[in-house]
């Protein structure tokens, strides 16, 4: 009998080792992502669906018609943002899930952290003839030529200001502009909402 018992408790602590070497244990770390110009990622959001992070850090306030879409969206979904093009929305952008295929209006309320990896800002800025070097917190130099109708909009950014890259993609614009890109400068969005702009070899 009690050579049965030790048998038992043998195989129950082998089972037990077994099934605990084999969990993945837990890694805080996000995971790393080359991401395509114009596309953010989804870093977190508010339980309600009423605020969204990006991996930078910048916050945007959702509409309340679209928090129940947002609250289905994963964290890590690629996301753009564009322009909202109807003038009298209660939004100034359009955020969209590129995973889903739906899209949600948006405001943009907090900019990105200063010196976060993944936040742009501007390294060289020439207010004359519109081209913006960016750089982000990894040393990384981008370069943008903005729409000539546009030029006018940068006088008051200044190096340092923080910036994000969106989409230039509602149904209107390849009407008005060959700019496939928007630059959001949060520090300036009382004075211009987003610039056009297309990125360019440095």
Same mark, same amino acid.
């Given at each position: 009998m009690m050579k049965r018992f030790f048998q038992i408790c043998l195989?129950? %602590?082998?089972?037990?080792t077994f099934c605990v070497a084999d969990v993945t244990p837990y890694s805080p770390v996000q995971e790393h992502f080359i991401l395509p110009q114009g596309t953010q990622l989804l870093a977190a959001k508010g339980i309600d669906g009423s605020l969204i992070e990006l991996q930078d850090g910048a916050q945007f306030e959702i509409v309340d018609a679209d928090r129940e879409e947002v609250m289905e969206w994963k964290t890590n979904s690629p996301l753009t943002i564009s322009a909202n093009p109807y003038w009298f929305s209660s939004s100034d952008f359009f955020i969209t899930n590129r995973h889903t295929g739906t899209y949600v209006g948006a405001n943009y309320t907090a900019g990105p952290v200063m010196d976060h990896h993944?936040?742009?800002?501007?390294?060289?800025?020439?207010?004359?003839?519109?081209?913006?070097? %960016?750089i982000d917190g990894r040393g990384n130099q981008t370069c943008w030529k903005l729409d000539p109708h546009d030029i006018?909009?940068?006088?008051?950014?200044?190096?340092?200001?923080?910036?994000?890259?969106?989409v230039y993609d509602n149904w209107y614009s390849?009407?008005?502009?060959?700019?496939?890109?928007?630059i959001v400068s949060y520090e300036n969005l009382d004075f211009v909402k987003f610039v056009r702009a297309?990125?360019?070899?440095?």
């Amino acid at each position: 009998m009690m050579k049965r018992f030790f048998q038992i408790c043998l195989v129950l %602590l082998s089972v037990t080792t077994f099934c605990v070497a084999d969990v993945t244990p837990y890694s805080p770390v996000q995971e790393h992502f080359i991401l395509p110009q114009g596309t953010q990622l989804l870093a977190a959001k508010g339980i309600d669906g009423s605020l969204i992070e990006l991996q930078d850090g910048a916050q945007f306030e959702i509409v309340d018609a679209d928090r129940e879409e947002v609250m289905e969206w994963k964290t890590n979904s690629p996301l753009t943002i564009s322009a909202n093009p109807y003038w009298f929305s209660s939004s100034d952008f359009f955020i969209t899930n590129r995973h889903t295929g739906t899209y949600v209006g948006a405001n943009y309320t907090a900019g990105p952290v200063m010196d976060h990896h993944f936040t742009n800002r501007i390294f060289h800025i020439d207010p004359y003839e519109g081209e913006i070097i %960016l750089i982000d917190g990894r040393g990384n130099q981008t370069c943008w030529k903005l729409d000539p109708h546009d030029i006018m909009h940068i006088q008051r950014w200044e190096k340092g200001d923080t910036v994000i890259i969106g989409v230039y993609d509602n149904w209107y614009s390849r009407f008005v502009s060959s700019s496939k890109f928007i630059i959001v400068s949060y520090e300036n969005l009382d004075f211009v909402k987003f610039v056009r702009a297309n990125n360019v070899p440095l």
